[in-house]
């Protein structure tokens, strides 16, 4: 049974500071990426996509990925208020569109005042 | 551009009814997938259609069904509802390239909101 891992939270951060949320991944076949964000009673929307080893940075958000340790990360700087949301982890199976995208249970984060 | 949008927003059923629920992908994707999220964890993968043919499914009964039509849109079912099938129901469309599979990116709908009675 292929997996995606993100620590459940809630993760508690101050404004302005730096979030970190994680996600490992058990399929090391692995190609595609994806950050998506999710306001509670909303659909998720998309943050970043990530396909090559590194970091890719698009404003705030960092996302880092590491195949060889099957770990990718997402990094909000100067957290704001309105990053309070669920911060799901997805990631597709193979290289083909008909590849399904596997989404981890999310990890609440909720940034302090 | 009009995003994906999905119909109805929400909706009531008893157990044993069936539900169809609607989806207009974004203009130009071919690709609808269903996602079932139910309350605190992440979408689970029900089924892709592309070309009006399921090409992946997910650990799902066959009570959960679902076409797509020429325009691409795609109306799943859900046969003799459970109170298990209670979820938020969502749809997401790309433009699945035959040669950029990697970078093939799902875009959501706003969601049904399914509750069964």
């Known amino acids: 049974q292929k997996e995606v891992e993100q620590n459940s939270g809630p993760l508690s951060v101050p404004e302005g500071a730096i979030a970190s949320l994680n996600c490992t991944y058990s399929d090391r076949g692995s190609q595609s990426f994806f950050w998506y964000r999710q306001y509670s009673g909303k659909s998720p929307e998309l943050i970043m996509s990530i396909y090559s080893n590194g970091d890719k940075e698009d404003g705030r958000f960092t996302a880092q990925l590491n195949k060889a340790s099957q770990y990718v990360s997402l990094l909000i700087r100067d957290s704001q208020p309105s990053d309070s949301a669920t911060y799901l982890c997805?990631?597709?199976?193979?290289?083909?569109?008909?590849?399904?995208?596997?989404f981890g249970p999310g990890t609440s984060l909720s940034v302090i005042p | 551009d009009a995003g994906v949008t999905q119909s109805p927003t929400h909706l009531i059923k008893t157990r044993g009814q069936h539900v169809t629920l609607r989806c207009s992908p974004i203009?130009?994707?071919?690709?609808v997938s269903w996602y079932q999220q139910v309350l605190g964890q992440g979408p689970q993968f029900i089924f892709q259609?592309?070309?009006?043919?399921?090409?992946g499914r997910g650990n799902f009964p066959d009570r959960f069904s679902a076409r797509q039509f020429p325009n691409y849109s795609s109306e799943p079912n859900v046969n003799a509802l459970l109170l298990g099938d209670s979820a938020l129901y969502l749809c997401?469309?790309?433009?699945?390239?035959?040669?950029?599979?990697?970078?093939?990116?799902?875009?959501f709908g706003p969601g049904t909101r399914l509750t069964v009675l």
């Open positions: 997401a469309s790309s433009l699945a390239p035959a040669d950029q599979g990697t970078t093939d990116t799902q875009y």
């Open positions: 997805a990631v597709r199976e193979g290289k083909t569109s008909y590849d399904k995208v596997i």
């Open positions: 203009s130009g994707h071919k690709s």
């Open positions: 259609y592309y070309e009006k043919e399921e090409r």
